[in-house]
């Protein structure tokens, strides 16, 4: 029985690697595929990063072509883990998730994690992270921590698809993609508490051609937001709800803020949200530009701020310059009916 499982779980690996969006590894290869319980990873508490990235660098390090990394069914811890590039034949394995993922947790709490990111993969082309397990940060759990670690890090990383996983309760951002290139997003479920902070769904930053298509995210700060130096971003087909919608920014906090340019946000409903679709800059910000921006049949529902356009973004009313805008001199806030076209 084990061995028929096993058959099962390379089948559906190697089928994963083959629908890469049209890239290919190489030809005329036998697939390579990595289980990371062959590698002595196991479904516990106990902390898997050193089998997972035995896996990894077997996989990264494969010259076989089409190598793919599992994570089989289970529930897996693993502390902050960085799976780097660039891999042997160029181009990064197919890594397919059906279990669950979590941090290492002692009793009945204390899941420790950085500040910054929990997984990360870098450095890679043609990369393919799918499958249909769940990314549980565990941010319910982590009581007074002030952490605010992201789940999933996509950085430097080109020519590559995020499909189809779960993410659950991050303590930050849920998926950050920064740096990047010709980047999708697809089919993702991202769920955190309406109460939780910082707690994005899909953030950009300084990335290009990036796509977010047809996911559900409900957090308790923005569905997607698109922060500076982010060009050519397209966002389809996301249901938002409940959080702080669709976002620009913010922007300007920072001296040399890389412009926006290019973000077409369509085909999306949103309801039961603080906003529907807002861009938001710094009072008194260094000048920058975002343009080119096009909302276009967005469906709303319970939404308090439909388009909010926010020079004023001052978040716990701390800032110094709060009494001042930046040119021109009034933020707009326009009222709208339930459907934007």
């Known amino acids: 029985m084990a061995s028929i499982h096993k058959a099962l779980v390379v089948f559906f690996a190697v089928a994963a690697a083959l629908l890469r969006g049209g890239h290919a590894h190489g030809e005329d290869h036998a697939a390579s595929v990595h289980d990371v319980t062959e590698y002595g990873a196991a479904p516990s508490n106990r902390d898997n990063r050193d089998a997972f990235l035995a896996a990894w660098r077997a996989a990264c390090g494969s010259t076989a072509g089409n190598s793919t990394l599992v994570f089989p069914k289970g529930t897996f811890a693993v502390g902050a883990v960085q799976f780097e590039g660039p891999c042997a034949n160029g181009d990064a394995p197919a890594v397919v998730i059906y279990g ?22 870098s450095g890679l082309n043609n ?10 940060g565990q941010g319910h759990r982590s009581g007074k921590s002030k952490s605010k670690t992201t789940t999933l890090v996509f950085e430097d990383v080109t020519n590559s698809t995020l499909r189809g996983l779960a ?4 303590r930050g951002f849920h998926v950050n993609l920064r740096r990047c290139t010709r980047v999708v997003a697809e089919g993702l479920g991202i769920h955190a508490p309406a109460a939780s902070r910082n707690t994005d769904g899909v953030h950009v930053g300084h990335s290009r051609h990036v796509r977010i298509l047809d996911s559900v995210i409900g957090t308790g700060d923005d569905c997607v937001s698109v922060g500076p130096g982010s060009v050519d971003v397209v966002v389809s087909g996301v249901t938002c709800g409940p959080g702080h919608g669709l976002s620009v920014g913010s922007l300007g906090k920072d001296e040399g803020e890389q412009d926006v340019r ?15 679709v807002r861009i938001k800059t710094w009072p008194g910000s260094p000048r920058s530009r975002a343009s080119n921006i096009t909302f276009e049949d967005i469906a709303m529902a319970n939404v308090t701020n439909p388009i909010i356009i926010d020079q004023r973004y001052c978040p716990h009313n701390r800032c110094s310059d709060a009494d001042k805008v930046t040119p021109p001199q009034a933020a707009t806030r326009t009222n709208v009916p339930s459907r934007i076209a």
């Open 127 to 136: 990369l393919l992270v799918t499958g249909n397990g769940t990314l549980d």
């Open 262 to 276: 290019g973000l077409v946000i369509r085909n999306c409903t949103v309801k039961g949200t603080t906003n529907g």
């Open 100 to 121: 669950v993922l979590q941090p290492p947790c002692a009793g009945g709490g204390g899941c420790h994690l950085s500040d910054d990111a929990w997984i990360t993969f």
């Open 167 to 170: 993410f659950v309760n991050s």
